[in-house]
């Protein structure tokens, strides 16, 4: 019988969370940027980084080139905890094929 993988972290496992932390994860992406992307409301796109800022996995800094904004990233233990799902995702994606 084959091990099951074990359970993804609750805060990434959520549709809109997923596609968020894949942008943080690669960039620095402002606000108007992350809503554009997510094709989300302003309040939609809050109420989830609200989430990921309550776990401790979001950094913003203010940035005052231009028009001023805030851009987002994931903090080291967001990034290092988004990794890990994505590992998690891959061992349960794996004991989905049949093995030969």
Same mark, same amino acid.
């Not at 993988?5 to 894949?22: G, S, W």
């Not at 994860?25 to 094709?39: A, D, N, R």
């Given at each position: 019988?084959q /091990? !099951?993988? *074990?359970? *993804?972290? =609750?805060?990434? $496992?959520?549709?809109?969370? +997923?596609r968020?932390? @894949? @942008?943080?994860y690669?960039?620095e *992406? &402002?606000? &108007?940027q992350?809503? !554009? /992307? #997510?094709?989300?409301?302003?309040?939609? @796109?809050?109420? $989830?980084l609200?989430? #990921?800022? =309550?776990?401790g996995y #979001? $950094? &913003?800094?203010?940035? #005052?080139?231009?028009r001023? $904004?805030?851009?987002?990233r @994931? /903090?080291? &233990?967001?990034a290092t905890?988004f990794?890990?799902?994505?590992?998690v995702?891959?061992?349960?994606?794996?004991? =989905? +094929? *049949?093995?030969?």
């Amino acid at each position: 019988m084959q /091990s !099951v993988p *074990p359970a *993804p972290d =609750a805060i990434f $496992h959520q549709p809109v969370r +997923t596609r968020l932390c @894949l @942008l943080l994860y690669v960039g620095e *992406p &402002s606000f &108007s940027q992350l809503k !554009v /992307s #997510l094709s989300i409301t302003d309040g939609n @796109l809050d109420a $989830h980084l609200k989430k #990921l800022g =309550a776990a401790g996995y #979001l $950094h &913003s800094r203010m940035v #005052l080139e231009g028009r001023p $904004h805030t851009v987002y990233r @994931l /903090s080291e &233990s967001g990034a290092t905890a988004f990794r890990k799902y994505i590992d998690v995702m891959r061992e349960i994606c794996k004991s =989905a +094929t *049949p093995q030969s």
